[in-house]
């Protein structure tokens, strides 16, 4: 376990990660990989999210695997909720709940390949 003064390190690259996803969320027109399905993009983005919550509660606090999936879902789905209220109120831009399960099963990918690769 690290020390408080040594959580920055964890906690920061969380933060803006958050950020990015909130600037991408306040653009009316967002950059969309033409490659890329729509929910294949949210599946990725939210897999970086996940990766970086589990790193960030394991860097933290010892524990279970099952808590680590637990606790790292269930941040990205209150966050993916917060993200398509947000994007509600953005002009040209619209709520949808298949983002919503997208985001959360990213989530649960990332934290999933953060233990595959510890």
């Known amino acids: 376990m690290q020390r408080p003064a040594g959580h920055i390190g964890l906690w920061l690259p969380v933060v803006i990660y958050c950020v990015i996803i909130f600037a991408l969320s306040s653009s009316e027109q967002p950059p969309k990989p033409q490659f890329l399905p729509d929910k294949w993009a949210h599946l990725i983005l939210f897999a970086g999210l996940g990766f970086l919550i589990a790193r960030l509660v394991a860097g933290i606090r010892k524990v279970s695997f099952l808590h680590l999936l637990a606790i790292t879902v269930l941040f990205?789905?209150?966050?993916?909720?917060?993200?398509?209220?947000?994007?509600?109120?953005?002009?040209?831009?619209?709520?949808?709940?298949?983002?919503?399960?997208?985001?959360?099963?990213?989530?649960?990918?990332?934290?999933l390949i953060y233990i595959a690769v510890r």
């Not at 909720?81 to 959360?104: C, K, M, N």
């Open 76 to 111: 990205c789905l209150i966050y993916a909720i917060t993200d398509e209220g947000h994007q509600y109120f953005v002009p040209g831009r619209t709520s949808e709940v298949g983002d919503l399960i997208a985001d959360t099963i990213g989530g649960l990918l990332g934290a």
